[in-house]
Each structure stands twice: as structure tokens, then as C-alpha cells.
């Protein structure tokens, strides 16, 4: 079996091109599936891929609810294995997906964490120094918020990503799809300090010179850095809430949604496939709607 499962995370990386980090939570999935397929047959028996029927794959699901995974964390595993059969069988490793008619556990709608104005505000200007690493956070808060970047399209751009003169960045999200997006006054003028002021400073000490954002050593910085950062700057902006990095790319899309925003633009701005992904976002919308409803018709 472990030939088969390289052989479908090469085609994942070749041929979907998919991020290291989907990759990884794939083997994972799938790994744990042919685990619990392996105990569930007993030690004398190693089951063969194509021997494995709905009922593996329903046992698994059971398995799975019993040990109290989320419904999410379910249906994301169940994705995988499907997937994982849907590869077998083009390469007629197997004669038919036994997870093609198992019903996905429906998924609970979460709102996106975010953050409210002022709060976002104050986490900005919360690297006020001028040494190049304060110039280089308050650089990259600005453009997570100003373009609505995930933490790994953010981290994988490079010195020809920005065009400062006309304020776009290009950044290459889920399956290496490159997405144009513009950013404000305000990124701009943190880019262009960091640019000049701070990451000449960084630069010296490491071999790096094509990342945009560098760590301490010259060096591209990682998306676990970023998140260390974050959450170092969400302390001192004294915002009392658990929010990862990808919490400033909800608050991009829920402010603009607040502020008349068109919810299809805003979909081509975050780089979503699907609109109803986008109508996550609405919430704060409907929420203001209400209220200015609320005060402005006669008979509400």
C-alpha cells in the first residue's frame, strides 16, 4: 500500500499542484484510514486495496464520531479517502471507489473569527520601532489586512510580487493560482520603509535575496514565525481574543462586505472558487443591515 499512497501524493504535487502543507494533511488522512483498515482486518490478514468495500469506509466513519472528531475533521478524512480511491481507480489499481456513495457528515457553518476596526487598528500600529524587524512586522500586518493573504501566500512572495507605483501584489494561492490583488496607501508606505529602511539591514546576514519578508538570519520567513509575531503583537495591542494570522484576511473581507463591497469582488479578491465560501462573511453585513433597517423604516 505505501507505494500506492506515494504514488497518489506525487500526483497531488505534480499534477494538482498542491501545497506541501495539503499534501502532508493527505498522507496523514490517508495513512490513519489504512491503520484503522489494518487493525479492523486483525494482524493475520493485510487487506488488499481493492478488497476494501463501503463497509471499511462506513466502520471508519463510526470510528471516527465515536472518538469525537469533529464533523468537519470527519468529512475533510472522508475527502481524502475518496480522493485517494478516485486516483486508484484511473490508474486501475482498483475497479471502483468504495467511499463514492458514503454520505459526507454535513459540516456546521462557522463564522470566521475577525476583528473589529479599532481592534485591527490598534494591532497595526502596535510595531511603532524602527528597527528592521519592526519595520518588517508592521509591513507584513499591513498587507495581510490590506490584501487579505493567507499566511503562506503571504510568506511566498517575493521582491516582484509588489508593484509599489500602482499598489498591486501578485500572490499564488491554493493550487498555485496567481491572484492580483491591490493594496492601500497604508501597505504601501509600510512596504516601501521596510523596503528601504529595514530589510537592507536583514539581508546582509543570509544568502536569501528573492523573499520578500526576511527572518533574523536573511532568510525567508516561515508561516510559524508569522504566527508567533501575530500573537506577540495581538498582546501588546491589548485585544483580548485567540486569533491566528488568517484572522486579518476575515477581517478584510468582513470590513469591505460592511463598507458596500460587492460579495463577488470581494470573492475575486480572497481568491475563493466557490461564492457561497465568500457568503461566510456576510454575517456582520446582515447584522448592520438589521440595524440600519431598524432605524430607518417606518415601521420596523
Known amino acids: 500500500m505505501t507505494g500506492d499512497v506515494d504514488g497518489f501524493l506525487g500526483y497531488l504535487s505534480v499534477e494538482k499542484g498542491h501545497s506541501s502543507n495539503t499534501i502532508n494533511a493527505y498522507a496523514s488522512d490517508i495513512r490513519t484510514f489504512i491503520d484503522f483498515v489494518e487493525d479492523m482486518h486483525g494482524d493475520n490478514e493485510n487487506p488488499d486495496l481493492s478488497n476494501i468495500t463501503y463497509r471499511e469506509i462506513r466502520a471508519y466513519l463510526a470510528y471516527l464520531q465515536k472518538a469525537n472528531y469533529s464533523r468537519r475533521t470527519i468529512a475533510r478524512r472522508l475527502a481524502a479517502v475518496r480522493a485517494f480511491f478516485s486516483y486508484l481507480c484511473r ?8 467511499a463514492k456513495g458514503v454520505r459526507t457528515p454535513k459540516e456546521g457553518r462557522r463564522i470566521p473569527p475577525f476583528l473589529r476596526e479599532d481592534e485591527v487598528v490598534s494591532l497595526l500600529e502596535s510595531p511603532s520601532g524602527d528597527t528592521p524587524l519592526e519595520l518588517r512586522d508592521r509591513a507584513i ?23 509599489l507605483s500602482t499598489g498591486y501584489v501578485r500572490a499564488y494561492g491554493k493550487g498555485s493560482k496567481e491572484r492580483i490583488v491591490p493594496i492601500g496607501a497604508k501597505a504601501v508606505e509600510a512596504l516601501v520603509e521596510y523596503l528601504e529602511r529595514g530589510r ?26 508569522v504566527q508567533i509575531m501575530v500573537n506577540k503583537y495581538i498582546d501588546r495591542a491589548s485585544v483580548d481574543k485567540e486569533i491566528s494570522p488568517h484572522a486579518l484576511r ?48 417606518p415601521r420596523a
Do not use: W
Not at 150 to 163: I, Q
Not at 263 to 289: D, F, N, P
Open 200 to 225: 537592507p539591514k536583514i539581508v546582509s546576514k543570509g544568502q536569501e535575496s528573492r523573499a520578500l519578508f526576511l527572518n533574523c538570519n536573511g532568510t525567508r520567513l516561515s508561516g510559524r514565525a
Open 141 to 163: 500586518l499591513e498587507t495581510l489586512y490590506a490584501a487579505g493573504l493567507r499566511v503562506g501566500e503571504l510568506v511566498g512572495l517575493n521582491l516582484d510580487s509588489v508593484e
Open 91 to 98: 490508474k486501475g489499481i482498483v475497479s471502483q471507489n468504495p
Open 250 to 297: 476575515h477581517s478584510f473581507a468582513t470590513h469591505l462586505l460592511d463598507h458596500g463591497a460587492d460579495l463577488r469582488a470581494v470573492q475575486e479578491l480572497l481568491g475563493h472558487a466557490s461564492v457561497s465560501t465568500t457568503q461566510l462573511y456576510t454575517h456582520m453585513t446582515r447584522k448592520r443591515l438589521r440595524v440600519v433597517y431598524d432605524k430607518a423604516h
